[in-house]
């Protein structure tokens, strides 16, 4: 073990793993925090919480993490890139191991652009596969980037993302090589539509032997309306969603309860999958969701270790 | 390679010179007449524009490159004029001001944003291609600049959101990792990008202002 973090035992221990997005307040108030993991806290292995996402200004990803873990949720402390620059990376680490969160999910972060501060000055100092560099070398050689020596263990279980559907594809097999070298323990996915596609992806991971070195998540995003499919679709960038599945949205009495469909219809897929070693659901602002989709999946209960 | 400027809106011009009443005129042979934000017909209107207003323009000049030490036997030449007026607003990129500063002591405004040093790609469509970073690795990305083209400075890139060859950032922005990878595939050196770059030494140039002195 490397973190011993919930989500590493139930990884390790071969299990399906169930991850899920906390999305923070747009203010200071614990309770919405906590009334989120009281809702997933059974339903899930480990909860993500979000930092800054799409560069909209929220609570941050540290304090979230806080207030789930005394709560007694494995937290996945997101931390992108955009807005902080080595020194302040290194520093929350730190804070974030003292304060006991084990799992780290490294990105580089929506470009500032299209938050609603879009004339700040993006950071950018490191990138998230240098980001994940240096949390394995805080964590298996004690050391800064600068090379100093820290002080106490770094107790950590890496994250990283991959977007099996941006471009190039081709590539995308070697830069997910390249975060796995790096030291990636684990992978959270962009979130899957085009199943098809998705498999094609993972064949490339596997037939380089990638599978065996790193735990893929598979991302998945509840659609609830005819209108978020479509702006998925159309606006959010590096996500696919075929337009079989607009359609089919489209064309539902129940629109809410086929887009549960579809998204279990995916995990189905997802579960048969070699080298898919779990699913993150990202139900952002539909939360509720989680616990129906987790459980109508077959995925409970979830593994006690 | 040129220095890329823009025009400032009038009005932020006219603030500027709200307690001036006499005005000389700069612009610069070079960049400036390339983007048409200092050429002499650049100079001629807002001329015009600003006696408009009700500003003297007590006389320009568009020396052949402000930056240059030419600029100051352009000052000479013009003293009376620049004598005259209250202020110079110089129509070059901020290098040009720079140099106006050093060889007048009137006050000095710029009616140009600098944008970068770039590359005029068709006629009068200018893309950037350096940052001036100090630590060039052209070497290892095809000739082309993520510092300088990736809207994150990605040195292990491409990201999640690029799409079609296009920057998540705006469908007119080329994704500098796309034509990266295209270039390197091309001529069979994509293995070039395996290797894991380290974080970059920032304090090379960009964080760093030390004069030098030449080698």
């Known amino acids: ?305 | 390679m040129k220095s890329i400027t823009v025009k400032k809106p009038f009005d932020e011009i006219k603030e500027a010179l709200k307690d001036v009443e006499k005005v000389f005129l700069v612009g610069c042979g070079t960049c400036a007449t390339m983007c048409h934000t200092g050429g002499v017909l650049e100079v001629l209107e807002m001329k015009e524009e600003l006696e408009k207003t009700g500003k003297k323009i007590t006389g320009w000049m568009v020396p052949p490159v402000a930056c240059d030490d030419v600029t100051k036997d352009a000052i000479d030449k013009n003293t009376d004029a620049i004598k005259e007026a209250d202020a110079l607003l110089v129509m070059s990129c901020a290098f040009g001001v720079h140099s106006i500063v050093i060889f007048s002591d009137k006050p000095v405004f710029p009616a140009t944003n600098t944008l970068y040093i770039g590359k005029e790609d068709t006629p009068g469509h200018f893309s950037r291609v350096c940052i001036q970073c100090g630590e060039c690795i052209l070497a290892f990305t095809g000739g082309i600049c993520p510092i300088a083209r990736c809207a994150k400075q990605l040195l292990n890139g491409p990201c999640g959101g690029a799409q079609g060859g296009k920057c998540e950032i705006s469908p007119d922005l080329p994704c500098a990792w796309h034509l990266i990878i295209e270039r390197l595939s091309k001529s069979g050196q994509l293995h070039k990008l395996e290797k894991i770059v380290p974080p970059k030494n920032w304090g090379k140039a960009l964080t760093n202002s030390s004069p030098i002195k030449r080698s």
């Open chain 1, 1 to 305: 073990m490397k973190a011993g973090s919930n989500l590493e035992k139930v990884l390790e221990g071969g299990y399906f793993a169930v991850t899920a997005e906390v999305g923070p307040p747009k203010g200071t108030s614990a309770s919405v925090i906590r009334r989120k993991g009281d809702l997933l806290k059974f339903y899930c292995d480990a909860l993500n919480v979000t930092d800054n996402q799409t560069a909209i200004v929220r609570m941050s990803s540290l304090s979230g993490c806080v207030i789930l873990k005394e709560m007694g949720i494995d937290p996945v402390m997101q931390m992108v890139v955009r807005d902080r620059n080595r020194i302040a990376i290194q520093s929350d680490i730190l804070g974030a191991v003292a304060l006991g969160i084990r799992n780290v999910l490294c990105l580089s972060g929506d470009h500032q652009k299209f938050g609603n501060h879009p004339d700040a000055k993006g950071v950018y100092d490191i990138d998230s596969i240098q980001l994940v560099q240096t949390l394995k070398t805080m964590r298996d050689e004690k050391k800064f980037l600068c090379g100093e020596g820290i002080s106490g263990d770094v107790l950590l279980f890496i994250g990283a993302v991959e977007n099996p559907f941006a471009d190039p594809f081709e590539y995308r097999v070697v830069r997910l090589a390249k975060k796995i070298r790096a030291g990636a323990d684990f992978i959270q996915t962009q979130a899957v539509y085009d199943v098809k596609k998705f498999s094609r992806w993972i064949e490339m991971i596997r037939d380089q032997g990638l599978d065996k070195q790193v735990h893929i998540l598979a991302g998945v995003i509840p659609i609830k309306s005819v209108g978020m499919a479509r702006y998925m679709r159309d606006n959010v960038s590096g996500v696919s969603v075929p337009d079989e599945i607009v359609s089919r949205l489209e064309g539902a009495k129940d629109v809410k309860e086929e887009g549960v469909k579809i998204s279990l219809e995916i995990i189905d897929q997802l579960k048969e999958i070699d080298g898919v070693h779990g699913i993150h659901i990202m139900a952002v602002a539909w939360e509720d969701i989680v616990p129906v989709i987790v459980e109508r999946a077959g995925l409970l209960p979830r593994p006690v270790l």
